[in-house]
């Protein structure tokens, strides 16, 4: 018998937060029930279409005084305010337009920059890895699709590793902005949820401590476990918020799978 | 000491709720910046091992809640019923799907909610929390959004609740 479905319960539909019990009782009652099946149609196409508005946002450009604000107390004296952007630029975060500093300035890129591989692939982990309905631009279903896509725009021939046997389906990608150009992100999930990301991107030309970093490291970014590499020319970084021995198990297959493998050129 | 908590990886986040809540780049980045402010200053008020993300979007609501109030005249309640005033013009309804014009013609409260849950994707209670209101509020609030939203979205004239001389 189905319960009386209440109005909480569409919204809840809607937006996926039903147990699948109650959600299966509540198909039921969409099914007999047309004008409310077509309300709660109407509300998913909203959702969608807020998403469709404003995820572009996620990947745009940090502005540099708002990565200035939320690294530091704000600066409220000239001598602090350029105390502050000395300490910043040496911080490493940025080493771009050192002299320039204005409230104005765009961080370029945004998830790309300057910063070392391992923490931009931290923090665009961290920022796409928690979306529940948008997680990725292009699903898994469109795998071929995705990883073509992804590898003209990057400018190699990218390569999705095989995590079947640890459990990790591929979710899907997405193209990032980044200062050396382009930055593919893949997703993949495991059965409980969890999430590991792969972040590619062209080594940062110039950036010889970057490129110099051929080996497989291991690094912890703000609880995020990455695991990166350098292989001709590409920086490579799995990141996820799982126990270190299971990221680790995922990366080395990851590593094993991809370099040394990448078609010619 | 504990570590200090990154900031960095909720700016994106942070960034699209305020440009859908204000509508505007500018407005919504210093919306951001207000917040990061706030958040640092009062860091020592976050309970490590909470929601970091919801915490930082309370704090944001709360500064949103005070520039409605400054520009609004004192004695305009920011109660549930009050409605965006509109002029008999602009009361026809949006013929284009444009959810940016339908957006800012939600009374704040309502868009507020329909945002964290429809955008942002938090649950109802941790809307509620954010919010600070109960978490039927937030049901109500939603409800009469989306019907709202629908309307309009769909070319049907919106019924106004009270027209602001």
Request: aromatic content about 6%.
């Given at each position: 018998m189905?319960?009386?479905?209440?109005?909480?319960?569409?919204?809840?539909?809607?937006?996926?937060?039903?147990?699948?019990?109650?959600?299966?009782?509540?198909?039921?009652?969409?099914?007999?029930?047309?004008?409310?099946?077509?309300?709660?149609?109407?509300?998913?196409?909203?959702?969608?279409?807020?998403?469709?508005?404003?995820?572009?946002?996620?990947?745009?450009?940090?502005?540099?005084?708002?990565?200035?604000?939320?690294?530091?107390?704000?600066?409220?004296?000239?001598?602090?305010?350029i105390?502050?952007?000395?300490?910043?630029?040496?911080?490493?975060?940025?080493?771009?337009?050192?002299?320039t500093?204005?409230?104005?300035?765009?961080?370029?890129?945004?998830?790309?920059?300057?910063?070392?591989?391992?923490?931009?692939?931290?923090?665009?982990?961290?920022?796409?890895?928690?979306?529940?309905?948008?997680?990725?631009?292009?699903?898994?279903?469109?795998?071929?699709?995705?990883?073509?896509?992804?590898?003209?725009?990057?400018?190699?021939?990218?390569?999705?590793?095989?995590?079947?046997?640890?459990?990790?389906?591929?979710l899907?990608?997405?193209?990032?902005?980044?200062?050396?150009?382009?930055?593919?992100?893949?997703?993949?999930?495991?059965?409980?949820?969890?999430?590991?990301?792969?972040?590619?991107?062209?080594?940062?030309?110039?950036?010889?401590?970057?490129?110099?970093?051929?080996?497989?490291?291991?690094?912890t970014?703000?609880?995020?476990?990455?695991?990166?590499?350098?292989?001709?020319?590409?920086?490579?970084?799995?990141?996820?918020?799982i126990a270190?021995?299971?990221?680790?198990?995922?990366?080395?297959?990851?590593?094993?799978?991809?370099?040394?493998?990448?078609?010619?050129? | 000491?504990?570590?200090?908590?990154d900031?960095?990886?909720?700016?994106?986040?942070?960034?699209?709720?305020?440009?859908?809540?204000?509508?505007?780049?500018?407005?919504?980045?210093?919306?951001?910046?207000?917040?990061?402010?706030?958040?640092?200053?009062?860091?020592?008020?976050?309970?490590?091992?909470?929601?970091?993300?919801?915490?930082l979007?309370?704090?944001?609501?709360?500064?949103?809640?005070?520039?409605?109030?400054?520009?609004?005249?004192?004695?305009?309640?920011?109660?549930?019923?009050?409605?965006?005033?509109?002029?008999?013009?602009?009361?026809?309804?949006?013929?284009?799907?444009?959810?940016?014009?339908?957006?800012?013609?939600?009374p704040?409260?309502?868009?507020?909610?329909?945002?964290?849950?429809?955008?942002?994707?938090?649950?109802?209670?941790?809307?509620?929390?954010?919010?600070?209101?109960?978490v039927?509020?937030?049901?109500?609030?939603?409800?009469?959004?989306?019907?709202?939203?629908?309307?309009?979205?769909?070319?049907?004239?919106?019924?106004?609740?009270?027209?602001?001389?």
């Open positions: 189905t319960d009386k479905v209440s109005e909480d319960d569409l919204h809840a539909f809607a937006d996926g937060a039903l147990s699948d019990a109650r959600r299966l009782e509540v198909e039921a009652w969409l099914a007999a029930h047309p004008a409310d099946a077509g309300r709660v149609q109407e509300w998913m196409g909203q959702n969608q279409s807020l998403h469709a508005a404003f995820d572009s946002v996620l990947n745009e450009p940090l502005p540099i005084h708002l990565v200035r604000a939320a690294r530091r107390q704000p600066a409220r004296t000239p001598y602090k305010a105390a502050a952007a000395l300490a910043f630029v040496a911080s490493g975060l940025i080493g771009y337009g050192i002299g500093v204005s409230d104005r300035q765009v961080v370029n890129p945004p998830l790309a920059s300057a910063l070392p591989l391992a923490r931009d692939a931290a923090i665009a982990h961290a920022v796409f890895s928690p979306e529940v309905r948008h997680p990725v631009e292009v699903e898994a279903a469109h795998a071929e699709h995705l990883v073509n896509w992804l590898s003209k725009r990057v400018g190699t021939e990218l390569k999705t590793p095989d995590f079947a046997a640890l459990g990790f389906e591929l899907g990608g997405r193209l990032l902005t980044g200062e050396s150009g382009p930055v593919a992100q893949f997703m993949y999930q495991d059965g409980a949820g969890r999430r590991v990301t792969l972040y590619v991107r062209r080594a940062v030309a110039g950036k010889a401590a970057e490129n110099q970093e051929t080996t497989f490291r291991h690094v970014e703000n609880g995020v476990q990455v695991f990166y590499w350098i292989d001709r020319d590409f920086g490579y970084a799995l990141s996820g918020q270190p021995a299971d990221i680790r198990k995922l990366a080395d297959a990851a590593y094993g799978q991809l370099v040394g493998q990448a078609g010619g050129g | 000491m504990r570590a200090r908590p900031l960095i990886e909720h700016l994106p986040r942070l960034r699209r709720y305020a440009r859908a809540l204000t509508g505007d780049v500018t407005r919504a980045d210093d919306l951001v910046q207000d917040t990061l402010e706030r958040a640092l200053a009062k860091l020592d008020l976050w309970q490590a091992g909470t929601d970091l993300r919801a915490w979007f309370t704090l944001m609501h709360n500064l949103f809640l005070n520039q409605i109030r400054s520009r609004r005249p004192p004695d305009s309640a920011l109660d549930e019923a009050l409605e965006i005033p509109v002029s008999g013009g602009q009361m026809e309804a949006l013929g284009a799907r444009d959810i940016h014009a339908a957006l800012a013609r939600l704040e409260q309502q868009r507020e909610v329909m945002l964290l849950v429809g955008l942002e994707q938090f649950g109802y209670e941790e809307a509620a929390q954010v919010l600070g209101v109960p039927g509020t937030v049901m109500s609030r939603l409800s009469r959004a989306r019907e709202r939203m629908r309307q309009m979205l769909a070319g049907e004239p919106v019924v106004q609740l009270k027209v602001v001389k």
